[in-house]
């Protein structure tokens, strides 16, 4: 074992500086956005070298070539990614979404994420991401199973409950974890429900799940709001994205006693100071599939919503969007990170200046990992929980967990999301130094 590995080195004199640091020098690289708040977190921590290079590279990264006939009867090539970052606390854990736009970095910056979060709210998981380049729209239903069918056997090696459970994300969904936990079990000769998370009740998913992110996000908002000492009751939310986690956010917020004056999609945003009447927005977008249009409320720009007056700000749509272009406009107290890597870096120095308390993603958004962890356990249990306890385990753990990063951020100085990095790369490191280092 080298001595950087050492098991009863608890304070380690060198420090490392990432040698490569040039080659990510985007603001929006998600890699970069992951790295930056690493560094920093393993800074404060004095992470012996060893540590800190062993924490910055993934695990195992499978590219697959996922051949798909298309019902044209041409067979198309389509590129996937799966990424272990780090399973040295459990099975990695992570989503699968299929875009056109995903990237290698950006499936390895997600699985680093999901490895900080597991660690955050201290569930026996690590972390990893997988993704398929192509345009889900452009397929039939049978044209996704047979692609869903094709990726997951391309990674049937690192799949199983035991080494990496998937879950749905971007353009997926428990129709597709359903087509994935049945290949698998195809191929494993008897069903194997653990081996995915997010599936349909019937065959195994959890009560409480599809709620899960948006619930976690109103306790984080909620535990945020009673540190800044803002009553609850009136607090005015921004929120941008209406899918799962910003529409379920809206509706369990609004139970709280907040204000939703903003909501925005994809197709525009709609703001009303009085509070816009959320049972009556989702009614809307049942109906008409988008936002826009809604006739009751006033139609604005996204940076308008991003920059409206407002206690909190819940950024639930996509990556990138409060940057160093826009953080000097934010006049909300707290944003609280719904979506992934919302926030870039260099937005977080400003956001700093102007002392808004961000409850960043690892913690805001981790009630739907924290809730597939349930469903795990259930699975292989085989014995499966009511909603009211899905729902007081979740809300216990949200609770501990903002407490052990605020307290943490209290300890060290630091704002949330370096304390949050410190708190799961500790654990993460915790736990390779007692492993130790396999020669
Ligand atoms: P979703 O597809 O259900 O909803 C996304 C919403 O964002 C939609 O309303 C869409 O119209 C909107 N949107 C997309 N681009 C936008 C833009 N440029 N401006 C404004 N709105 C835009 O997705 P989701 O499951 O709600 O996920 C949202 C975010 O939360 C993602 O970053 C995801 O990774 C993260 N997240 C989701 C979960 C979960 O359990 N669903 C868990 C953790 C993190």
Redesign the pocket.
Known sequence: MPPSMSTTETHPTQTAIRGDKDTFLSEDNPFEAMMSRFDRAADLLHLDAGLYSVLRHPEKQVIVSVPVQRDNGNVEVFTGYRVLYSTVRGPGKG?IRFAPNVTLDEVKA?AAWMTWKCAVVNIPFGGSKGGVICDPDTFSNAELERLTRRYTSAIMETLGPDSDVP?????TNERVMAWIMDTYSMHKRHTVTAVVT?KPIEMGGSLG?RE???RGSTIAVREALRRREIPIHGARVAI????????IAAKHLEREGCSIIAV????G?LYDKRGLDVEDLLAWVRNHR??SGYPKAEAVT?HELLTAECEVLVP????N?ITSKNAADIRAKIICE?????TTANADRILDEKDIYVVP?ILA?????TVSYFEWVQDRGGYFWDLETVNQRLESIMVRSFDEVATMAERHNVNLRTAAYMLSIERVAAVHRLRGLYA
Request: proline share 5%; no cysteine.
């Open positions: 989503g997600l879950a749905p994300d971007i353009n997010g799940r899960a992110t948006g941008q994205g209406f899918g799962n986690v910003g529409s925005s999609d994809v197709s945003a988008f936002l996204e639930a749509a996509v990556e969007v719904g979506a992934n890597g919302p993603d958004n981790a009630g739907g990992v």
